[in-house]
């Protein structure tokens, strides 16, 4: 290999590296931009990474698979009784879900508050100095194009509410998917 041939394919090998890194990294960086936006009670720019009709289509699937789900028969499929009150728990909680994931309800999850800002809701047991609940955060790629950041408030004994981003394009995310506990 020539002396001028080196500093070339280490300086491309060394772009091909910073290239997959950024490449790895874009979905962390729309998380933080996404708890940047709720910390700052910007709906429009939280909005921007929301795919809102896949995000409400999976928590509507999600609700009325748990619901169709305790009952199942001895082939494990749901009892008829079950099934007949997940479509009419669904008929019900489409709209409601439709009217309740709004930038703002999202923006609340993701600060670890109670999406409905009810009176006399309950705190949550560990707060920062600013009185804002204090978060475990998890994130990780479950595949390729999902990616999975996960959240609960510390101390509160629930499991975590997981938000699903999928990939739009090479380096795009939206958040497509929420898993309740």
Same mark, same amino acid.
């Given at each position: 290999?020539?002396?001028?041939?080196?500093?070339?394919?280490?300086?491309?090998?060394?772009?091909?590296?910073?290239?997959?890194?950024?490449?790895?990294?874009?979905?962390?960086?729309?998380? #933080?931009?996404?708890?940047?936006?709720?910390?700052?009670?910007?709906?429009?720019?939280?909005?921007?990474?929301?795919?809102?009709?896949?995000?409400?289509?999976?928590?509507?699937?999600?609700?009325?698979?748990?619901?169709?789900?305790?009952?199942?028969?001895?082939?494990?499929?749901?009892?008829?009784?079950?099934?007949?009150?997940?479509?009419?728990?669904?008929?019900?909680?489409?709209?409601?879900?439709?009217?309740?994931?709004?930038?703002?309800?999202? /923006?609340?999850?993701?600060?670890?508050?109670?999406?409905?800002?009810?009176?006399?809701?309950?705190?949550?047991?560990?707060?920062?100095?600013?009185?804002?609940?204090?978060?475990?955060?998890?994130?990780?790629?479950?595949?390729?194009?999902?990616?999975?950041?996960?959240?609960?408030?510390?101390?509160?004994?629930?499991?975590?509410?997981?938000?699903?981003? #999928?990939?739009?394009?090479?380096? /795009?995310?939206?958040?497509?998917?929420?898993?309740?506990?």
């Amino acid at each position: 290999m020539s002396k001028t041939r080196r500093p070339l394919k280490t300086a491309l090998l060394a772009l091909v590296l910073m290239a997959g890194l950024a490449l790895y990294a874009t979905p962390y960086l729309t998380v #933080h931009q996404m708890r940047e936006a709720a910390r700052e009670r910007d709906a429009q720019a939280l909005a921007a990474h929301v795919d809102f009709p896949a995000l409400r289509q999976s928590l509507k699937l999600s609700v009325q698979d748990r619901l169709a789900g305790r009952e199942r028969n001895e082939r494990g499929d749901p009892t008829p009784a079950a099934a007949m009150g997940a479509a009419v728990a669904a008929a019900l909680l489409g709209p409601m879900v439709d009217v309740l994931i709004t930038p703002e309800t999202l /923006g609340r999850i993701l600060q670890g508050e109670s999406p409905l800002s009810l009176p006399g809701g309950r705190e949550p047991p560990a707060t920062r100095e600013d009185g804002r609940p204090r978060l475990h955060t998890e994130m990780g790629y479950e595949s390729l194009g999902r990616f999975v950041f996960s959240l609960r408030r510390e101390g509160d004994g629930e499991e975590p509410i997981a938000l699903v981003l #999928h990939r739009q394009g090479l380096i /795009g995310w939206r958040l497509a998917e929420m898993r309740l506990p």
